[in-house]
């Protein structure tokens, strides 16, 4: 399974790139929502761990734009501020499950376990696969 983090934070990229490849993960990381998208041009994810701040694209309109080109991709939110997952379910119930930092690395592994088992798609129209050779 691979795992693609999205975060403008350098230490939490490393940290989570390690904690995954640890745990048996492909793992792959980039600093925020554009590159995120570059990447999935390239590549195929099973999962995205995304940040919600971050310059240039924050999370929600990554997670927009995510959801319209690459529905089968899960995602996992995570976010320092308070507050955001009342905001979540008054936008829109297909948003993603949201993590706050700091986060026990426990409730992560169960989240992402439970993620990658679970069969679903975002809505969205599916984009011709670009990803895969």
Request: hydrophobic share 40%; glycine share 4%; net charge negative.
């Amino acid at each position: 399974m691979m795992i693609l983090i999205v975060d403008d934070e350098v230490n939490t990229r490393i940290g989570l790139v390690k904690l995954l490849c640890q745990d048996g993960y492909q793992t792959d990381a980039v600093a925020n929502g554009i590159e995120a998208l570059e990447y999935l041009e390239k590549k195929m994810v099973d999962l995205v761990i995304t940040d919600i701040n971050m310059p240039e694209m924050n999370g929600f309109v990554f997670f927009h734009q995510l959801t319209q080109y690459y529905p089968d991709i899960k995602v996992i939110m995570i976010t320092a501020y308070s507050g955001v997952e009342r905001f979540l379910h008054l936008t829109d119930s297909e948003y993603p499950t949201c993590l706050h930092k700091p986060f026990k690395v426990e409730e992560l592994r169960a989240l992402i376990r439970n993620s990658l088992q679970q069969p679903y798609s975002l809505k969205g129209t599916i984009a011709p696969d670009r990803r895969r050779p």
